[in-house]
């Protein structure tokens, strides 16, 4: 499998999940430190503690952008040369939908890496996101950092 697609549902209109998945302050209170902007072309870091076999960066450039629905953005570290994708999905009563996939994961230790990446991801979209689009409740702006 050379992808990692997971989707959840946030008690939040779009318009308070958006900034969370499409800007530097959004995504550092509960993804990593980074300088995103949202316009394609735009590249960008993500920073993070180093592990083996990884400097703690990973380099991003904007690839696309459709507001307020989806965003899509390189993942290069280590053995990594990924799409990281986050799509909202407005329903009915309210919610959000979001889909995030993370696709282009070729070789054996891009693979090994996959599956690191798919338990973070878990856990991030279930804990850390749900918690920032909680706390945006609050003020309308993005909560938090890390």
């Given amino acids: 499998m050379s992808e990692i697609t997971r989707e959840r ?3 939040a209109p779009i318009e308070r999940v958006w900034p969370l998945v499409s800007t530097a302050e959004g995504l550092a209170s509960w993804l990593m430190p980074n300088d ?7 590249r960008f870091s993500f920073t993070t503690r180093p592990a083996p076999g990884f400097d703690g960066v990973v380099l991003a450039e904007v ?5 307020p629905r989806r965003i899509s953005f390189t993942w290069v570290g280590g053995p990594l040369d ?4 986050f799509t909202l999905t407005p329903l009915a009563n ?13 070789g054996l230790r891009a693979t090994m890496v996959r599956r690191l990446l798919d338990q973070g991801w878990r856990r991030l979209l279930r804990g850390d996101l749900a918690r920032a689009v909680a706390g945006s409740a609050a003020d309308g702006a993005p909560q938090g950092g890390r």
């Fill in 9 to 11: 549902t946030y008690p």
């Fill in 36 to 42: 995103l902007q949202p316009v394609v072309g735009h």
């Fill in 63 to 67: 690839v696309d952008v459709d507001p």
């Fill in 82 to 85: 990924t799409v990281v994708t």
């Fill in 94 to 106: 309210g919610d959000t939908r979001l889909r995030m996939t993370h696709t282009g994961f070729a």
